[in-house]
């Protein structure tokens, strides 16, 4: 009696790991099926002599998306896939960025669209986003700045639904001003985070004093004339 009990804990021991491999065979499997396609749809995209999906390749996708490739969403997808270089996915960017999305179709892609927004609004996402935004524009090698006229349409972009007011403000004043021609890391962040951090337009708890970027200083005296 006492080996027929054995025999049965044996049994109903070894039960669960085998539904447990079962579920792991048929999860890799899933999982491959998944990396194929999602390769399967890079190269149908990408540029066959250079193995990236390129500018061309960017637009047709947009198209297949519905979105236009001017859409800060496609900025967002770009940045859910760290690409390197502005207008081109590498195919392990694509990878990176498709698998965290659990997209393999450009339908299952477009649906994921709403939640990525969502996730780069968040304010813990937000600021890696609107820094990666400035450093994926850097086109050349060494490039530390960029013009003024490139960074307009890039604030307007990146953070004009968020702080319409100081963004409009602030792009009229870099277009009417003379003193820069190009915008640099610093003052970019340092635009961000007069946004989260001072009123607008009042500017009652800006204080030149702290270590603003000069640029932000003339931009309060410019504003505070016109209003006066």
């Known amino acids: 009696m006492r080996r027929s009990a054995a025999k049965k804990t ?3 021991n070894s039960t669960p790991n085998a539904a447990a491999d079962l579920f792991r065979s048929a999860s890799s499997k ?3 099926k998944e990396s194929e396609r999602i390769d399967s749809l890079f190269y149908s995209y990408a540029n066959g002599s250079t193995g990236l999906i390129d500018p061309e390749g960017i637009e047709t996708l947009c198209a297949d998306m519905e979105v236009d490739h001017t859409d800060v969403r496609v900025l967002m997808l770009a940045w ?3 690409a390197e270089e502005q207008g081109y996915f590498t195919l392990d960017e694509w990878r990176r960025g498709l698998k965290a ?3 393999d179709t450009v339908s299952k892609l477009k649906k994921a669209l709403p939640d990525l927004e969502k996730e780069v609004r968040r304010p813990s996402n937000f600021a890696d986003f609107y820094s990666y935004a400035f450093q994926y524009c850097l086109t050349e090698e060494k490039q530390k700045s960029i013009d003024i006229e490139s960074i307009c349409e890039l604030l307007t ?4 639904s968020t702080f319409p007011a100081q963004v409009s403000s602030f792009v009229e004043y870099l277009k009417t ?3 820069y021609k190009v915008i640099n890391m610093d003052q970019w ?3 961000f985070r007069f946004c989260n951090e001072i009123s607008f337009p009042t500017f009652n708890d800006y204080d030149p004093e702290l270590a603003w970027p000069l640029i932000l200083d003339n931009f309060v005296d ?3 004339e016109k209003q006066k």
């Open 10 to 12: 044996g049994q109903s």
């Open 30 to 32: 899933a999982s491959s």
């Open 80 to 82: 859910k896939m760290k």
């Open 101 to 103: 999305l659990r997209a």
């Open 157 to 160: 972009l990146v953070l004009g």
């Open 177 to 179: 001003q003379n003193d």
């Open 189 to 191: 962040m340092g635009f």
């Open 222 to 224: 410019w504003v505070q």
